[in-house]
């Protein structure tokens, strides 16, 4: 069996931690893992979902105004 290198492990993080870093509601970070919409995996009872993939939904997420859409990135890294 093959070893990964470090680096090529995804960063997991819990509901919370998620929902701490990106400064969302943990309810928003659950839903976005159960609907699909973020990767994430179950570990027991625990949902760990994958950083960048959280990240990159935000950054590609569409913010609807009155008259026009508008994207809008709101992590970088």
Avoid: C, W
């Avoid at 839903?31 to 009872?45: D, P, S, W, Y």
């Amino acid at each position: 069996m093959t070893r990964q290198a470090p680096e090529s492990i995804p960063e997991m993080l819990t509901v919370k931690q998620t929902a701490e870093r990106l400064g969302i509601a943990q309810h928003h970070a659950r839903q976005l893992a159960l609907t699909g919409k973020v990767r994430a995996i179950r570990a027991g009872k625990k949902i760990l979902i994958n950083a960048q993939s959280a990240v990159n939904y935000f950054n590609t997420s569409t913010l609807i105004s009155s008259d026009t859409y508008a994207t809008h990135n709101i992590f970088k890294l």
